[in-house]
């Protein structure tokens, strides 16, 4: 059974940072290409960051060059590093995986930035 658990959420003051974690279980973690998503109040859930078995990453246009994604495939686990925060970054964080053709996702993590 796929599981996936985020981690690392919280307060931040806008200008600072958080480190999102998300621990998979479940799966082959090192062929699967991961990702992160955010669905701020009000609105659809939206693409942040994906990150491919080899390391390959993209971006969202409103996160580049602030978000930086990365894997461990020893842990099992993917992150987002988040800086420059802004109040527009204000949402809950999902990890997500696409096994199958179908979307897999954690719990989501909540991301507050303050002004």
């Known amino acids: 059974q796929v599981q996936l658990v985020e981690s690392g959420g919280g307060l931040v003051q806008a200008g600072g940072s958080l480190r999102l974690s998300c621990a998979a279980s479940g799966v082959i973690f090192s062929i699967n290409t991961m990702y992160w998503y955010r669905q701020a109040p009000g609105k659809q859930r939206e693409l942040v960051a994906g990150i491919t078995s080899g390391g390959n990453t993209n971006y969202a246009d409103s996160v580049k060059g602030r978000f930086t994604i990365s894997r461990d495939n020893a842990k099992r686990q993917v992150y987002l590093q988040m800086n420059s925060l802004k109040p527009d970054d204000t949402a809950v964080y999902y990890c997500?995986?696409?096994?199958?053709?179908?979307?897999?996702w954690g719990q989501g993590t909540q991301v507050i930035v303050s002004s």
């Open positions: 997500n995986i696409r096994l199958g053709g179908a979307n897999r």
